[in-house]
């Protein structure tokens, strides 16, 4: 019996305890469960929103051009920027159209096969022309051309039977070609030359099929976006003249050639 006395006396031991440890804590925290649903929308809330800061990228690039190798690419290879005209040794080739001043034809009112009525100009017909050259300065080069062109339908002499109607002139040139660039790649070009000329066949029977020529010549240059390439037009006076037995026999002739020139 004296066993319920001393568990009575222990369980309110144990209370006293407690009361006394739950005094010097404190009251206990309270706790609230919260829907998880009310959760996520708070968390939502808390966020900026995408349109409320701007996006930047790592990768963005200026505004600007870039240009790769600017003035100084220009300047050293040429082209819009800094260019510079190329000197120096150089050939050019001629293709284009010849005729001659007056010349003598058949006609009815004539023995059949004497030319004896006068034209104004042969028929045209082709040019070929080859030079070599060297600039001495920008403006100023030496030239030396080897050109050939024909005459059709315009004989040398009158009341000659034996006067060819059709024949070659050709000529060997050496003289200065004076340029003037009054665009930055258009020039205007003055040729000046003297040299050789050779009738192929000659004039008549035992004439002369050799003489001199004197060449004026025109023209236009424009210095391409092609490395070191020039074309133009011209448009050059020959006179030939060759010794003859009634005196000298001079020719006068135009040729009008496009040019393409290239410099080494």
């Known amino acids: 019996m004296r066993a319920a006395p001393s568990a009575a006396l222990l369980a309110l031991a144990t209370l006293l305890g407690a009361s006394s440890a739950s005094a010097n804590l404190g009251p206990l925290p309270h706790l609230q469960l919260t829907p998880p649903a009310l959760l996520l929308a708070a968390d939502d809330e808390e966020k900026p929103a995408d349109s409320d800061e701007p996006k930047e990228e790592a990768t963005a690039l200026p505004d600007k051009e870039v240009k790769v190798g600017g003035a100084v690419v220009g300047e050293s290879m040429g082209g819009a920027i800094g260019f510079v005209f190329k000197q120096?040794?150089?050939?050019?080739?001629?293709?284009g159209g010849f005729f001659r001043l007056g010349g003598f034809t058949p006609s009815q009112e004539c023995d059949p096969g004497v030319n004896c009525k006068p034209v104004l100009t042969s028929q045209a017909q082709p040019y070929i022309g080859l030079s070599i050259g060297y600039d001495l300065m920008q403006w100023l080069g030496i030239q030396l051309s080897f050109g050939t062109g024909f005459v059709a339908n315009a004989?040398?002499?009158?009341?000659?039977?034996?006067?060819?109607?059709?024949?070659?002139?050709?000529t060997l040139d050496l003289g200065l070609v004076a340029s003037y660039y009054f665009l930055d790649r258009l020039a205007?070009?003055?040729?000046?030359?003297?040299?050789?000329?050779?009738?192929?066949?000659?004039?008549?029977?035992n004439e002369p099929w050799y003489g001199g020529n004197a060449l004026v010549g025109l023209g236009i240059r424009y210095a391409t976006l092609l490395p070191d390439t020039f074309v133009g037009?011209?448009?050059n006076f020959h006179g030939a003249f060759a010794p003859a037995s009634q005196g000298l026999l001079f020719i006068p002739a135009f040729s009008i050639a496009p040019v393409i020139k290239y410099v080494f």
């Open 88 to 95: 120096g040794f150089y050939t050019q080739s001629d293709l």
């Open 233 to 235: 037009l011209d448009v």
């Open 188 to 205: 205007v070009a003055l040729k000046l030359m003297g040299g050789g000329t050779f009738l192929t066949p000659e004039p008549d029977l």
């Open 155 to 170: 004989a040398p002499y009158d009341e000659a039977p034996n006067s060819p109607r059709d024949y070659g002139v050709t």
